[in-house]
């Protein structure tokens, strides 16, 4: 099985246009979705439980009588542990404790300070009440995204955790549960699609209302994450999956071609790109390829995801690679080379960023420490990966002496009196001292 993967110059004409067309991805729910999920929300919203359950019987085909047959409790999530392999337990244990440990380093405390005058100004950081978590089900389960949308939440001091997952067929998936139970989630819902994501935001008698909703989804589950936000807050709108290899061509053609294989087996429309000045490296990590597709399991996967979206550019040197890589804003950055250190200074536009021949991508995603939820499709031009400052809110202070009342008020008045506000400036004058009312 032979790859026909896509293959540009920096140096040829119209190569720009080339590269926009290959990033290009257009995420937006077509009409007949948009409607669908509408329709199953406004459902939800309004007939709570009843609709939840008829949705979850139709496309989860399911045969519930009673909302309580969708909780799963945390007994029950311990027996799910008690039957997952204990390599396994020990495995999730390892990760959680590791991203645990790296979001803790993201907690910011809240803060004040004291003018002269007496006046204090800062901010109080408070964590979110409660947080849903959306989990794949089905074919595709994947636990590392329970601890990587879980931990942080946890670390931010999120009082109660909301877990949905879809159980199509009614067939649970024990890891999923058991990485639940590890990572602490408070109750856990087998409900799935639009009608979990409505349930979490307007809540029903049996699923509570949550404040934020995070974690992937299929199109259906996206696009109502986009029509509940402002309800609710949303982690993001997440495109495929999606790696950039930038490699000086010194590291084994065989550990490059695996690490584009890492991405492309997520789906067909993820996307694997490398970037090389060598150009014999290039058609070595593509002999590679070829040798190395016939022995996965996702091969057809592997292939499709490829030849739809992936590519190889060569380029002139690696400071014109670092100057792509911040065009494309990658999900995922490879820098395979030596001295990443130094090249990781060019790099302003990237979701994760993993720094020399010995780290791969796949660390990042289960077990390294920083979170695998990360901006798409360039949105890392404005936007971060998950952590814990998602799951907290920031309020100001302020407080005012009665000198630091006055001295303000003297600035604001003339300003609310330019934009024609006179309460607004009564209100802030009523502030002034007597005695300088005079001056």
Not at 95 to 124: C, F, M
Not at 163 to 188: F, H, K, S
Not at 208 to 213: E, F, L, W
Request: hydrophobic residues 40%.
């Amino acid at each position: 099985m032979s790859l026909n993967i896509r293959e540009f110059s920096s140096s040829a004409e119209g190569f720009r246009s080339e590269l926009e067309s290959l990033l290009a991805w257009d995420s937006v729910s077509d009409a007949g979705v948009q409607q669908a999920v509408a329709n199953i929300v406004e459902q939800v919203r309004l007939q709570g439980d009843t609709a939840l359950i008829e949705f979850t019987n139709k496309f989860d085909r399911r045969n519930v009588a009673s909302s309580s047959e969708l909780e799963i409790t945390r007994d029950e999530l311990a027996l799910a542990k008690g039957r997952v392999s204990a390599e396994l337990v020990a495995s999730l244990e390892a990760a959680a404790k590791r991203v645990h440990n790296y979001h803790e380093r993201q907690i910011q405390p809240s803060w004040q300070y004291q003018e002269d005058n007496g006046t204090v100004l800062g901010q109080k950081i408070t964590p979110l009440d409660r947080v849903g978590v959306y989990v794949p089900g089905g074919k595709a389960a994947y636990p590392s995204s329970v601890l990587m949308n879980v931990m942080p939440a946890k670390v931010a001091g999120v009082s109660e955790i909301i877990m949905v997952v879809p159980t199509p067929d009614g067939v649970v998936n024990d890891i999923v549960l058991a990485a639940a139970y590890i990572a602490g989630v408070d109750r856990v819902f087998t409900i799935g699609g639009a009608q979990a994501v409505a349930a979490l935001a307007y809540g029903t008698e049996s699923v509570p209302k949550v404040d934020k909703i995070v974690g992937p989804g299929n199109i259906y589950v996206a696009t109502a994450k986009k029509m509940v936000f402002g309800v609710v807050g949303i982690d993001m709108i997440a495109g495929p999956s999606e790696i950039l290899v930038v490699c000086d061509g010194k590291t084994d053609p065989d550990w490059i071609a695996m690490d584009l294989f890492s991405q492309a087996e997520h789906d067909e429309d993820a996307q694997s790109i490398l970037i090389s000045p060598d150009s014999a490296f290039l058609k070595a990590v593509k002999s590679s390829m070829d040798k190395l597709l016939q022995t996965q399991s996702r091969k057809d996967i592997i292939k499709a995801s490829l030849e739809g979206r992936g590519a190889f550019i060569h380029v002139e040197n690696m400071d014109e690679a670092m100057d792509i890589a911040n065009i494309v804003a990658a999900e995922h950055l490879e820098l395979s080379m030596d001295e990443p250190e130094k090249w990781v200074e060019k790099i302003r536009h990237a979701g994760a960023i993993f720094m020399g021949r010995h780290t791969p991508e796949a660390l990042g995603d289960y077990c390294a420490g920083p979170n695998h939820v990360l901006p798409t499709s360039g949105t890392a031009r404005f936007s971060s990966p998950l952590g814990v400052y998602d799951f907290q809110k920031r309020s100001s202070l302020i407080y005012c002496s009665p000198e630091g009342a006055s001295e303000l008020a003297k600035i604001a008045s003339p300003l609310a009196r330019g934009e024609s506000l006179e309460a607004h400036a009564l209100s802030a004058e009523y502030r002034i001292l007597q005695d300088e009312k005079g001056e």
